[in-house]
């Protein structure tokens, strides 16, 4: 069964760094392309960044140059690095797997920017 599991959301103060990790199980990892999304309170879910199988990013304009992520395949973790937090990144942040027509997503973290 495959699952994906996201952790290190937390609430953070304007500015602030964060690490989100998902980690995934049941699955050649190095076979998917992999991305981060959020959804705020109602707004449709969007994409963040996405990193191809061979290490390619893209990242949206809103977070370009404060975020990165990266992948290990070892491990089979993909990662957010997220700095210079600003209140308009609170969101719950999903991770999500395709291949072909095949797309996974985890259960999502909640990320607060607030003071």
């Known amino acids: 069964q495959v699952q994906l599991v996201e952790s290190g959301g937390a609430l953070v103060q304007p500015g602030g760094s964060l690490r989100l990790s998902c980690v995934v199980s049941?699955?050649?990892?190095?076979?998917?392309?992999l991305g981060w999304y959020r959804q705020a309170p109602g707004k449709p879910r969007e994409l963040v960044a996405t990193?191809?199988?061979?290490?390619?990013?893209n990242y949206d304009d809103s977070v370009k140059g404060r975020f990165t992520i990266s992948r290990d395949n070892a491990k089979n973790t993909v990662y957010l690095q997220m700095n210079s937090l600003k209140p308009e990144d609170t969101a719950v942040y999903y991770c999500?797997?395709?291949?072909?027509?095949?797309?996974?997503w985890g259960q999502g973290t909640q990320v607060t920017v607030s003071s």
């Open positions: 999500k797997m395709s291949r072909a027509s095949y797309v996974y």
């Open positions: 049941g699955a050649t990892f190095s076979f998917y392309g």
């Open positions: 990193i191809t199988t061979g290490h390619t990013t």
